[in-house]
């Protein structure tokens, strides 16, 4: 149900994919990042050194805690049933139809009552683990905390965001959508600086840009946590 997977820093950048480099390059970040990979990493001397690691005697490994979830297309305004349908399917490998979910969390065309479905997560795998929190009041550490813990006990959150603040969106298409995150990336954090935590998160909206936002994705931390600052948006976790 719930894998990890590391990279070794010392096999330099090729172990990454390009759509990796292209993220870590939208960061911005000179500091943490050389996709030259002149020292047979993607990362920094200075970044490598404040790790106390001597770039060409690499034993630091960089892992990701991840969860494997399917990505099942929504119908119409169910991008809430569809992302709950994800994380049971996650959990139980099993799981029922986006109509079913729909109907425990009160989904209409104006969309689903974000408040309903810890609930409704509970009552369908017979726990009483989901909570919810709202986003915006949390901080970056409460929220990396929040998702680490609930994906450490194997049960993805499901998340409220604004698509219009998301890079998969180009930063354009407008209006509120569920998504089911699936994993993080462990990495040292200084200064508070969470950008270089990245997020995973599984989209089940197929038909935005023919079909560029479905499936898994990759954040930062920042960018996934702020797209529900000043807005309604909740997070269901599990604790």
């Known amino acids: 149900m719930m894998s990890t997977s590391n990279v070794s820093a010392s096999e330099g950048c090729g172990v990454y994919t390009e759509e990796d480099l292209a993220f870590y390059e939208s960061l911005n970040r000179p500091d943490i990042y050389d996709l030259s990979c002149s020292n047979g990493t993607p990362f920094t001397d200075e970044y490598l050194e404040t790790l106390n690691q001597d770039p060409n005697v690499m034993t630091r490994r960089y892992f990701t805690n991840k969860i494997d979830v399917p990505a099942f297309e929504q119908l119409p305004n169910y991008c809430g049933p569809a992302s709950m349908k994800q994380a049971i399917h996650a959990i139980r490998g099993t799981s029922k139809t986006q109509e079913y979910y729909g109907t425990l969390v009160g989904t209409t065309s104006a969309g689903t009552v974000q408040t309903r479905i810890a609930s409704a997560m509970n009552s369908e795998l017979g726990i009483s683990n ?47 959508h569920f998504v089911t995150i699936s994993g993080h990336t462990i990495t040292a954090i200084f200064d508070d600086d969470y950008s270089s935590i990245n997020i995973y998160y599984v989209d089940p909206n197929k038909g935005y840009n023919n079909g560029s936002a479905f499936g898994e994705k990759m954040v930062s931390l920042p960018i996934i946590k702020d797209s529900a600052i000043g807005w309604d948006s909740y997070i269901t976790y599990a604790v």
């Open 130 to 176: 989901y909570t919810y929190a709202e986003t915006a009041s949390l901080t970056y550490s409460q929220f990396y905390n929040i998702v680490k813990r609930s994906i450490d006990l194997g049960y993805p959150p499901i998340m409220h965001i604004r698509m219009e603040t998301m890079p998969a969106y180009n930063y354009s298409n407008s209006g509120g």
